[in-house]
C-alpha cells in the first residue's frame, strides 16, 4: 500500500512544497489538495505547486531561491536544473537594526555542572592543550600526547584529555602580511579556550617565523613559569628522547594544576554555545535548524552566549540578519564581514554559488540561496548583539555572528578560538564531525539518517517533518541535551568514539 503523500509548504507565498515521503514520490501520487504529480520525485526535493512561467521566481521561505529557466508546470519536480541563481542583496541599500525583536521573558534557574576559570570564563571540559607554533613539531607533540594520555592522565583522574593543538602554519608564510593576524590570532585564542583551563604551554621548534612568543596572549611577558615555551632545537636537547622528556615534564605540571579543579554549579549564563550544520539538505530549514533556533533562544534567554557563523551561508539571507542588529555600528559589523568575504572569494576567482555540495544538491538544495535562507534560521529569533572577525574571543553575551568559513573544520576550529565550549551541528546528509577540545551534539534533520546512523546522531529532529513532535519540543530536547552534556552527565556520541577532527586554521594570507 502506498503511503499517504506528505509535503511541506514553509510560507503561504511559496510555490513549491518538498516531499517528505522517504521513498520519495512516484509520477501520478494525488496530493493533498488535488495536486497530481508529473513525474517521480525524491524525498526533500520539489515540486511546483502551481504553474511557474519562465523567469517567474521559484518562492520558497516566503522569498525567490531562483527564477524558471523555463515553464515549470504544476506538479513537476523542479530539478537545480530549472532554477536560475539570483542576485545577490545589495549591502548599500540593507536596513540596519529597524526591526530589533522585542525581548524574551528571561529564563531562570538553570544551570550546569562546569570548571570555573580565572579569568570569570567557565570550561564544559577539563583539558590539557599544548600549543605548537609550527607544523615541525606536530609529529614530536602527537608522539608526546600519546605518551602522556597512556601514562599520566591515569594519575591524574580529574583531567578529561590532552590534546595537542597541531596546524599547518608557522613558516614559509607572509608572517607579516595584513591577513596573517587572522591565523595568528586563532592561534592564540586556541590556548585561551575555556576547556583547556588557563594551563598555556607551547611547543616550538626554534628557527619558525611564527615565534612562540607571538602566541601568548596580548600584553603577557614570556614567563617560563607562567607560560612555558619549548624549543627543540634548544642545544640542551641531545636526541628525541630528552625532548619528549622535557615536554612530559612540563605537561605533568600543567596537569597537577588542572586536576585541582572540580565541576560546580554554574548558571547556564556562563555557556558559550556554537552552531553550525554540515551536510545540509532540504530538511535543514524546517526542522533541525528551527529546532536549533527555538534552543539558541532559550539560551539566550538564560543568560548565555551563542555563536552562528559561515560567511556564504549567511550571505544570501542578510537581508533577513542587518534589520536584526542590536543597533546600527553592529549591522556595519555584519555588512562589512561580508564584503571582505566577497573581495576573498572574488581574488580565488570564485563567488558564493560556489558554497553548494553534491550532496547537498543530492539532498534536495538547488543553490546557495535555498541554503542560506535556511540555515540562517537556526539563529532563533533574538538581537544579534556583537560581530567577530575570524578568530576574535567573544565578550558579549546573547546572540553573536562571529564571521568565518562554512568548511566544517575550519568553523569549528575558529569557533573554539572565539571560546565555544559546546557545539551543536545539524546535519542532513550526515557526517562523523566532531571536537576533541568541545563535545558537539549532532542533530539530524531527517528521522531516516537519524535512524540509520543511531549511534552518531544525539538528536532526532526529523520527527518535526512528520508531525511526530513540534519544533518547540525539539528545541527544549536540544537545550537540556546542551546542560546534560556541558556536565559531563552524557556524552555525544562522536565522543563515545573519540572522532574528532584536526584543527584547521583559515588563512587568507599569502604562503611564500
Excluded at 555540495?357 to 537556526?378: D, F, H, R, W
Aim: net charge neutral; glycine share 10%.
Amino acid at each position: 500500500m502506498q503511503p499517504k503523500p506528505l509535503l511541506i509548504r514553509v510560507h503561504l507565498d511559496d510555490n513549491v512544497a518538498i516531499v517528505i515521503n522517504e521513498d520519495g514520490l512516484p509520477a501520478g501520487t494525488i496530493c493533498p489538495g488535488g495536486l497530481a504529480l508529473r513525474e517521480n520525485i525524491p524525498q526533500g526535493h520539489k515540486v511546483a505547486l502551481c504553474q511557474i512561467p519562465e523567469g517567474a521566481p521559484i518562492t520558497r521561505y516566503g522569498a525567490a531561491i531562483g527564477y524558471a529557466a523555463r515553464p515549470i508546470a504544476a506538479g513537476n519536480w523542479v530539478q537545480e536544473s530549472l532554477v536560475l541563481l539570483p542576485e545577490p542583496p545589495v549591502m548599500a541599500t540593507l536596513p540596519l537594526a529597524t526591526r530589533l525583536p522585542a525581548p524574551l521573558p528571561p529564563l531562570e534557574g538553570y544551570s550546569f555542572q562546569g570548571f570555573r576559570n580565572a579569568d570569570g570564563t567557565v570550561g564544559t571540559r577539563n583539558v590539557l592543550g599544548i600549543s605548537t607554533s609550527v607544523q615541525c613539531v606536530a609529529g614530536v607533540v602527537d608522539f608526546v600526547v600519546a605518551r602522556i594520555k597512556h601514562e599520566l592522565l591515569p594519575k591524574y583522574p580529574n583531567v578529561d584529555d590532552v590534546v595537542g593543538l597541531n596546524h599547518a602554519y608557522g613558516c614559509g608564510v607572509a608572517i607579516d602580511a595584513p591577513d596573517a593576524i587572522i591565523p595568528i590570532r586563532t592561534l592564540r585564542n586556541l590556548a585561551l579556550n575555556p576547556n583547556l583551563g588557563g594551563a598555556l604551554m607551547v611547543v616550538g621548534l626554534g628557527c619558525e617565523k611564527l615565534q612562540p612568543e607571538r602566541l601568548l596572549p596580548e600584553g603577557a611577558a614570556a614567563s617560563p613559569e607562567d607560560f612555558p615555551i619549548l624549543r627543540l632545537q634548544d642545544e640542551r636537547f641531545h636526541g628525541f628522547g630528552e625532548m619528549v622528556s622535557a615536554i612530559m615534564e612540563m605537561a605533568e605540571k600543567r596537569l597537577r594544576e588542572l586536576d585541582r579543579r572540580r565541576r560546580e554549579a554554574c548558571p547556564a549564563s556562563a555557556l558559550v554555545v556554537g552552531l553550525q550544520c554540515g551536510g545540509s539538505d532540504a530538511f535543514s530549514g524546517v526542522t533541525a535548524n528551527p529546532a536549533v533556533g527555538f534552543a539558541a533562544d532559550l539560551l539566550v534567554r538564560a543568560g548565555a552566549t551563542v555563536m552562528f557563523s559561515e560567511v556564504t551561508e549567511v550571505r544570501d539571507a542578510i537581508h533577513l540578519l542587518t534589520p536584526r542588529a542590536a543597533d546600527e555600528e553592529v549591522g556595519r559589523a555584519l555588512i562589512r564581514e561580508i564584503e571582505w568575504y566577497d573581495r576573498y572569494l572574488e581574488r580565488g576567482g570564485a563567488d558564493r554559488s560556489a558554497n553548494t555540495t553534491p550532496g547537498n544538491k543530492t539532498g534536495g538544495l538547488a543553490n546557495i540561496v535555498e541554503k542560506a535562507l535556511g540555515s540562517v534560521v537556526k539563529s532563533g529569533s533574538t538581537p544579534i548583539v556583537a560581530v567577530l572577525s575570524p578568530g576574535e574571543r567573544v565578550r558579549r553575551k546573547g546572540l553573536v555572528f562571529a564571521a568565518t568559513p562554512a568548511s566544517d573544520f575550519v568553523c569549528g576550529t575558529l569557533q573554539l578560538a572565539s571560546g565555544m565550549t559546546l557545539q551543536v551541528f545539524t546535519t542532513g546528509r550526515g557526517t562523523p564531525y566532531g571536537l576533541a577540545m568541545a563535545p558537539v551534539v549532532k542533530v539530524a534533520t531527517r528521522s531516516a539518517l537519524s535512524r540509520r546512523w543511531h549511534d552518531l546522531i544525539d538528536v532526532d529532529a526529523g520527527q518535526i517533518a512528520t508531525g511526530a513532535a513540534t519544533i518547540e519540543q525539539v528545541g527544549w530536547e536540544i537545550f537540556h541535551l546542551i546542560l546534560e552534556v556541558s556536565s559531563g552527565r552524557k556524552q555525544t556520541w562522536a565522543d563515545r568514539w573519540g572522532l574528532h577532527n584536526a584543527l584547521t586554521l583559515f588563512n587568507p594570507a599569502p604562503v611564500t
